[in-house]
């Protein structure tokens, strides 16, 4: 808080002696033309000089400051600017890593809710049959075999810093699959069906490094947490099998991913 000035107004009496002034005064010419409000005073420019500096101190503090935290946070808080803005999605594609770089086998879309959090939904879907005919001494065999599997989850991305251009994220999954197969060989009543129910839940963490706010490659390594796996056989006849097997645990055996995307 700036301390007050107190000025105090000064008068003075100021006699005319022509005879023993060796100077002359400057003074108006009449009553009416003199009005102490308008006059300057010897304090009131000390005052306003006082002032003006404090301003200029004011100003060098608030700049210095300003450049000082400005300067300090850019390495941590990424300017907006150079991200893409909120409500954005970004689609791109990638790869496991180890893998075959020459073909890439991860699709992804990424929606971008705030300048903090971002999802990245997973959805699937493949249904396959493979039948096959054998001919052995004039006689003729069948073999078919089907499967059907679904599959949906979330990936959340957390921003927790920046340096420049990279991004440092927290990332937590969680995806549940159910799959089923048919195995029916040549013959009657022998085909056996398989249902596997998969739950998982991962963590790990990611970079993502913006070249322009609507292009990004992000590198991430998750982890498994908890996995959840029931599989249930119906074998011909009346007997069924179920093995069910549940992992939990912190885990650091990370799966890396190298991704691309494109915002809009």
């Not at 069910?244 to 885990?251: D, E, K, P, R, Y």
């Amino acid at each position: 808080m700036r301390n007050a000035l107190f000025r105090s107004n000064l008068h003075f009496a100021v006699v005319t002696l022509a005879a023993l002034v060796p100077f002359t005064l400057a003074a108006p010419a009449s009553a009416e033309e003199f009005d102490d409000s308008d006059a300057e005073r010897p304090g009131d420019s000390d005052s306003d000089s006082g002032d003006s500096n404090n301003d200029r101190d004011s100003g060098g503090d608030s700049g210095g400051d300003s450049s000082g935290d400005s300067g300090g946070d850019s390495g941590v808080n990424a300017p907006a600017a150079e991200r893409p803005q909120v409500r954005s999605i970004g689609i791109g594609f990638g790869f496991d890593v180890p893998g075959d770089l020459t073909e890439p086998d991860i699709l992804s879309v990424r929606f971008r809710l705030s300048p903090t959090w971002t999802v990245e939904p997973v959805a699937g879907l493949a249904i396959g049959s493979v039948s096959q005919k054998f001919d052995t001494g004039g006689s003729t065999t069948e073999n078919a075999v089907g499967s059907t599997s679904v599959a949906a989850g979330v990936t959340a991305r957390k921003h927790v810093g920046a340096r420049g251009k990279i991004d440092f994220q927290l990332l937590g999954s969680a995806l549940l699959g159910y799959g089923s197969s048919e195995d029916n060989p040549a013959g009657s009543d022998n085909n056996v069906v398989t249902s596997t129910l998969a739950l998982t839940a991962g963590w790990g963490f990611g970079l993502e490094c913006f070249f322009k706010p609507q292009w990004s490659v992000s590198f991430d390594a998750m982890n498994p947490a908890v996995a959840f796996n029931s599989v249930t056989t119906n074998p011909p006849g009346d007997g069924e099998g179920v093995e069910t097997t549940l992992l939990v645990g912190a885990i650091f055996d990370p799966t890396v991913r190298v991704m691309t995307h494109v915002y809009w």
